[in-house]
């Protein structure tokens, strides 16, 4: 690899109108008096960030890093590929590196600097490849390694030449230079391309269609040559070379004049903390006076009510946890006709793969009208789609000597209410699971079987909490023999709410679980094996078994890097055929999908509510959202077309990601220092999912809301595996979102050679191709370059036959403040309580009435006169965000007198968060008006 100098030092990325992608908030400690001239003295810490490019047009980097350090301390980082990359950088500083921020952006030296470094190609060299041996040992481990149908993928002629290369079957000698101690990694290109080029000789391809190196490619056998017929092919290809660059550039070179002339104040924002924001300007709409009427019930389950559930809404309505029970099962039972079969073959050139079969019953809307007494007709099932099935085969680390479970998900379908799960295995994990299953005794723990599925509940109150669920037995089934013991979730504590009457949603899980065994000397015939003449009964067979194993659970794909490493990094599995560990390089904040019964579609999956205690210092304002793998929905059909070669023959590529159950990850999170004590909470949802929850107190939320528009929160998530394999993922809670994952920002159809995209978010957004595959699987790409205004439509024509096209998507423009990105922001219903302790009499006063108002994005407006209880309670409902920005409310006073003149006094402030909701109103304050 050579080193040179290409391209431009970094610089400012700048958006479609020229203007620079860049922001820094600074937080003050306090508000600077008249006669400071400077502020640098009270800045507290700030965040910055901002987009970088380190290319011209000329450049495209196979990788490129780009980091912003302090001497050798790396504030932060962020990788890129492709010609000129998007390079968004962002992080958290403390004051000294603030202050460092302010000054690069004058130009002004300091030890601040951007450093990049990166890859890219450059002019292919020639290389002279010889391959020796014999052409008929080439052609038997081909044999070997083909599919149960005679043919190869393209991925298996690649691994023929690491088995013969590692045992000296074949030798290789490059520009004359013997190579017996293996092939040096710059030369592994040059290998690859001269081999398949020598296997035209003994292999034809059989999908012309599609090029050389396509990893879809298959091929067949032709016939085997003489076994004297010796191998010496010499190969010439030119291979492409490679060259590095890396910079080191003070940040003052790459700020230096950035925001002149533009207005400082739209990129540098100041807050400070604990203080108000100017009130904006009224509008002409008004909210109307008083709390609105409350919502109305949604029509789901209430929350935590038992097995049988009453619905929200409709009083009469029942809903069921349907039951899973293993249909019975016997000896003599026919192979497809009962609840259990483990069925195994030998692979083509060693080892083994093998299924278990489990079929199960689904209780009927019947059943449990009957069990708790409703009409069937008002029954509702809490079961939407699939559930979940789960197998965990218990097994003893040989490293530690310890018993523990692995999960293996399983392939699910249906048919009326019979459910069938299918759970592939390989290797060592086929003759783990025979012994568990049946071998009474073989391990210390018995294996088990779960079904588990979700459903949404409501519960009222602004926010709610509840502890961690025990579990009980629901009912014993004995169908088919074996006892299998299932449960659920338990009752849990009670939930303490807010007073307010709100509807929320929440996510509840069902859990039934089994105790799974079928001794083989009961149940001979529901053990099988697969020759070549047909399926045969293998009852008990000792040999079989196996217990111990050195756990390793999955292998990285590395060619695979350099075209999906900027989105994620993709494993093979070693214990389930065709399954694959996908891990994010980042998880966004992600947005309900296209078809949410709740109409939230495409919107970002973010609440923003307030639990208001009685005292301001009591109360907490909260963010919660989703984050899901950022990877866009077009990259996630291309991964799964690409994984099709690495996948058996038969059983389609499966995706899971860390967050999978059936990965059996431990995780750990690690955010950025921002100065605060505030720290996001993560909790796994869903198998591909996480949900975060951010809690402050009046004084930083404006601050995080701040951050969370600008440049928002950044953390590590690191997923360690059983086998002792760490992965890692970055989390990013900021105003750029992700998804819908199985749509992307512009869902798609096609009629006839017309493909319709239509944008459902709130920015434009730019489709430089398409994706697009046939109904018989051929992929292709069709160039667009348009871009789509938010709620538009676009029509691009493409070609015959194509069934579905995936838009690669470039949302447009910068950080969004939160109440742009159409989040949940829920109301706040605060109580205003004035008292009046004045002397009437004295004072020649008949009435006084008090009214108070708020200046929020709509203004809220209340009033009322002093009963003879001489308090007057106020409520005023306004949005969260509003709540807070708002928090010095006006007050104005009118007296009508006893002499029939009437005061009305200007509107006084009063602020809610240092001196509370109660106003005592004496003649100090009275007298002001």
């Not at 004051?95 to 921020?101: E, Q």
């Not at 595996?721 to 512009?746: E, F, I, K, N």
């Not at 008292?835 to 009033?863: F, Q, S, T, W």
């Amino acid at each position: 690899m050579s080193a040179t100098a290409i391209g431009s030092a970094p610089r400012v990325r700048r958006d479609g109108d020229g203007r620079p992608v860049f922001g820094l908030t600074v937080a003050l400690s306090r508000r600077p008096r008249p006669d400071e001239t400077s502020v640098r003295h009270l800045v507290e810490h700030g965040q910055c960030g901002f987009e970088l490019s380190v290319a011209d047009a000329a450049t495209s980097f196979r990788t490129v890093d780009a980091v912003l350090a302090d001497g050798d301390t790396e504030l932060a980082k962020v990788s890129g590929a492709g010609a000129d990359p998007v390079l968004a950088l962002s992080t958290i500083l403390d004051a000294p590196r603030t202050l460092a921020i302010l000054d690069a952006l004058d130009g002004k030296p300091g030890p601040l600097a951007i450093a990049v470094r990166g890859t890219y190609g450059t002019a292919g060299a020639k290389r002279s490849v010889r391959l020796r041996g014999k052409w008929l040992d080439v052609h038997r481990r081909l044999a070997n390694m083909a599919d149960t149908d005679g043919k190869l993928r393209h991925a298996q002629v690649y691994a023929v030449l690491t088995y013969l290369l590692g045992d000296g079957t074949v030798l290789v000698s490059i520009d004359g230079t013997d190579l017996p101690g293996g092939v040096p990694e710059d030369a592994k290109d040059a290998v690859a391309a001269a081999w398949l080029r020598a296997m035209s000789f003994l292999v034809k391809r059989e999908t012309p269609e599609l090029p050389a190196t396509d990893p879809a490619n298959r091929y067949s056998l032709k016939a085997a040559p003489s076994a004297g017929f010796p191998m010496d092919v010499t190969v010439t290809t030119t291979v492409p070379g490679s060259a590095e660059l890396a910079w080191r550039t003070p940040l003052s070179d790459v700020l230096g004049g950035l925001l002149t002339g533009l207005g400082e104040d739209r990129y540098v924002r100041y807050v400070v903390l604990g203080e108000d924001e100017p009130e904006p300007a009224a509008r002409a709409t008004r909210r109307p006076v008083g709390p609105p009427p409350p919502p109305p019930a949604p029509q789901l389950p209430l929350a935590w009510d038992g097995l049988y559930p009453r619905d929200a809404a409709r009083s009469n309505v029942r809903w069921y946890q349907p039951q899973f029970r293993l249909l019975p099962t016997s000896a003599d039972s026919p192979r497809d006709g009962a609840g259990f079969l483990f069925a195994f073959a030998q692979r083509a050139g060693g080892g083994l793969t093998g299924k278990v079969t489990f079929r199960l019953s689904q209780s009927t809307a019947e059943e449990a009208a009957a069990a708790c007494g409703a009409p069937l007709a008002n029954m509702r099932s809490l079961l939407s789609g699939s559930p979940s099935m789960t197998l965990y085969i218990p097994y003893k680390d040989a490293s530690t000597g310890q018993t523990s479970t692995q999960p293996f998900g399983a392939r699910i379908s249906a048919v009326g209410d019979i459910w069938t799960a299918e759970v592939d295995l390989l290797d060592d994990w086929v003759r783990l699971a025979y012994g568990a299953l049946s071998s009474p005794g073989f391990q210390s723990r018995p294996a088990e079987f779960v079904v588990s599925y979700s459903y949404s509940s409501a519960y009222k109150g602004e926010a709610g909490f509840r502890a961690a669920s025990t579990s009980r037995a629901v009912e014993a089934v004995d169908g088919h023999g074996p006892s299998i013991a299932m449960q659920d979730g338990g009752d849990p504590p009670p939930i303490w709410v807010d007073p307010s009457q709100r509807w929320n949603v929440t996510t509840e899980e069902v859990r039934q679980s089994s105790t799974t065994l079928f001794p083989c000397s009961t149940y001979k015939g529901r053990y099988r094996q697969q020759f070549a003449d047909g399926e045969r009964i293998i009852g008990c067979q000792d040999a079989l078994r196996l217990g111990e194993v050195n756990l390793q659970q999955y292998a990285e794909l590395t060619d695979l890097a350099a075209d999906f490493g900027t989105h994620c990094k993709v494993f093979r599995s070693l214990q389930q055929p065709s399954q694959f560990l996908v891990v994010p390089a980042r998880y966004r904040i992600t947005r309900f999908p296209a078809d949410d019964p709740n109409g939230r579609a495409f919107r970002p999956d973010v609440v923003v509510y307030a639990v208001l205690g009685t005292k301001p210092e009591d109360s907490r304002y909260h963010l919660t959202a989703s984050l899901q793998p950022d990877l866009a929905s077009d990259v996630r059909r291309d991964l799964e077309y690409r994984l099709i070669s690495y996948a058996v023959p038969g059983v389609p590529p499966r995706l899971v990601f860390p967050t999978d159950a059936t990965v059996n990850a431990a995780v750990g999170y690690r955010w950025a220092d921002t100065g605060r004590p505030e720290r996001p909470e993560v909790q796994p949802q869903a198998w591909d999912n996480l949900r975060v929850e951010l809690a402050s107190g009046a004084e930083n939320t404006l601050l995080i809301l701040e951050m969370i528009g600008k440049n928002g929160y950044s953390g590590t998530a690191t997923f360690t595996l059983p086998d002792g394999m760490a992965v890692a993922s970055q989390l990013l809670l900021d105003s750029y979102v992700a998804g819908p994952p199985a749509t992307g920002p512009v869902p798609s159809t096609v009629t006839g050679t017309t493909a319709t995209l239509t944008n459902r978010i709130e920015r434009a957004v730019t489709v430089p191709e398409l994706l697009t595959f046939t109904g018989a699987g051929v992929r292709g790409t069709v160039a667009s370059g348009q871009s789509i205004a938010p709620g538009a439509a676009l029509q691009v024509t493409v070609p015959a036959g194509v069934a579905k096209v995936w838009p690669r998507c470039v949302p447009a423009g910068g950080p969004l403040a939160v109440e742009e990105l159409r989040v949940f922001v829920r109301d706040v219903q605060t109580d205003l309580v004035v008292v009046d302790l004045i002397d009437h009499a004295a004072r020649g006063i008949k009435r006084l009435h008090v009214g108070a108002r708020v200046h929020a994005a709509d203004p809220v407006e209340v009033g009322g006169d002093f009963p003879d209880t001489r308090e007057v309670r106020l409520r005023l409902t306004l949005p969260v965000t509003d709540y807070l920005r708002a928090n010095s409310v006006g007050l104005r006073f009118t007296r009508e007198m006893t002499d029939g003149t009437t005061v009305t006094g200007p509107w006084l402030p009063w602020d809610t968060a240092r001196k509370g909701n109660v106003v005592s109103v004496d003649w100090d304050l009275l007298s002001k008006t």
